[in-house]
């Protein structure tokens, strides 16, 4: 039989979706998504996440961050609405559609008066949650209405090529050099950025729920007995949106009327300005975190080159993946943080400390640093606890401010123990791809290395061989992995 492009691509997705996702009962994610995930072609590309083992139905930790929030998604839906949910893709989704625009329309009635009040309080409740000084930020909240966002600011993929095409040119030498210094053309910078969005994201998403710490607040200033619900439906249906729909649709739709947040941040002031836009009460107090999160992530930006890596990085497009797979992650990051500060009250401000140190290690060690932790590992648990170590004995000096070099001993070494290649494989289990001269074919790749080969990276080869429209080695990738996929039965 004649290989071609269209069959072999079919039959990969086909096989690849059939070995993916530990879905919940009766809801299945849009189709195109589950085989972004199955294929590690989504914009995580750039990070090498850990493997993951035969004991779990995921082949890839995409899959498996997937996963986990997907489960949450569609429990959320459930536990707000009130019934029993079944999406398959678009299938279903009408009848929450109503039930949401019901809500929405509930919502805009109820706050329309009380906007002032809101605003106030979806600040104040920030300040208290992530623990933020007094005088530590000015912020420039408000509620706006539907259509009303500025898009001043808003970085669209489509908008960069032809500026990229030229400035690409001009520093292909430049650049070329300093790829080469940085372990095979692995730009590292960006895959740090790559993933600190998904933390930002991640840690923000709480905020759509946490109306619920001050429901009562809530009910005396806006009278409404029914708005706790109204946020309740709205929040978790928009939540799996992001699923349901293919990319195509979600990228269609962001940037315009329907968008219903936004956040900048200011350091030109004195103290820098948080400014978060929001079409109601829980979108603002999402806005608002992430704000905070920016604030604290900029202390770790390079150098140079911040331009060039943030028009790569902080795309809409890419922010839809940070909040399909940024609450994963960012709940396997902070379930290693010390138990005493996020429960004690007294503690809880040393979170903030805690992640600015991250943020501000170096590149090379935050992937490995990351990897780690998502991981699980002993090692990770002990860089973790050198961390917190050094944060605390900065934050009991006075007037001093938490300095990386003091604590990151063990983060280096595990960076330095850590090779180019494992580094390259975690990177593209993450998502996160590497940057080259030229894509070539992988040589030497027969029978015996292929058996040697996990899942994550038989994918990732199989992906190059189609790429490089190498039928005859794609076949045989795709028959290992059908072969090991049988051993796992």
């Known amino acids: 039989m004649k290989l071609t492009n269209k069959s072999i691509s079919r039959s990969v997705r086909k096989n690849l979706r059939e070995m993916a996702m530990d879905l919940p009962p009766g809801s299945n994610p849009d189709p195109g998504i589950q085989d972004k995930l199955a294929q590690g072609d989504t914009p995580f590309d750039k990070v090498e996440f850990p493997d993951t083992n035969e004991e779990q139905p995921e082949n890839n930790f995409q899959e498996l961050l997937a996963s986990e929030r997907y489960r949450d998604v569609i429990a959320n839906v459930a536990e707000y609405t009130g019934q029993e949910v079944s999406l398959q893709g678009q299938g279903g989704l009408l009848p929450l559609m109503r039930l949401t625009m019901g809500a929405l329309q509930n919502i805009i009635q109820t706050e329309a008066n009380h906007r002032e009040a809101l605003e106030e309080l979806a600040i104040e409740l920030v300040k208290k949650e992530m623990a933020i000084p007094e005088g530590a930020f000015q912020y420039d909240a408000k509620i706006v209405g539907m259509g009303e966002m500025d898009m001043e600011g808003m970085n669209r993929e489509g908008d960069q090529q032809g500026e990229e095409g030229e400035e690409n040119d001009e520093q292909a030498v430049e650049n070329e050099v300093e790829i080469a210094q940085n ?91 948080i400014i978060a836009r929001g079409i109601n009460f829980p979108v603002l107090v999402h806005e608002l975190i992430k704000g905070v999160m920016e604030m604290f992530a900029v202390q770790g930006q390079p150098e140079t080159g911040w331009e060039e890596i943030s028009r790569s990085e902080d795309t809409l497009e890419k922010e839809v993946w940070d909040i399909r797979l940024g609450p994963s992650i960012w709940n396997r990051i902070r379930g290693q943080f010390p138990e005493e500060i996020l429960l004690d009250e007294n503690q809880k401000e040393l979170q903030n400390y805690l992640l600015v140190a991250i943020f501000k290690l170096e590149a090379r060690e935050f992937l490995v640093f990351v990897k780690e932790v998502l991981e699980g590992t002993e090692r990770g648990q002990s860089m973790m606890q050198q961390l917190m170590e050094g944060v605390r004995a900065a934050f009991n000096q006075e007037d001093y401010t938490p300095e990386v070099d003091q604590i990151q001993n063990e983060v280096r070494e595990a960076a330095e123990e850590t090779s180019d290649q494992d580094m390259e494989t975690f990177l593209q289990n993450l998502g996160i791809t590497q940057e080259k001269d030229e894509p070539e074919a992988e040589p030497g790749l027969d029978d015996k290395k292929l058996a040697s080969m996990g899942i994550n990276a038989l994918n990732f080869e199989l992906n190059q061989a189609i790429d490089a429209e190498n039928w005859e080695l794609a076949q045989k990738i795709e028959q290992m992995i059908a072969r090991k996929q049988g051993n796992r039965g």
């Open 183 to 273: 372990l095979e053309h692995l730009n590292f910078e960006k895959a740090k950025r790559r993933l600190i969005n998904s933390i930002i994201q991640g840690s923000a998403m709480k905020g759509y729920y946490m109306y619920h710490y001050v429901a009562d607040r809530l009910q005396d200033i806006t009278g409404s007995d029914t708005l706790i619900r109204d946020y309740g439906l709205m929040m978790s249906v928009n939540d799996s949106l992001y699923w349901q729909f293919p990319d195509e649709s979600i990228g269609a739709a962001m940037g315009g009327e329907s968008m219903a947040g936004k956040e900048e941040v200011d350091r030109n002031t004195e103290p820098p300005t």
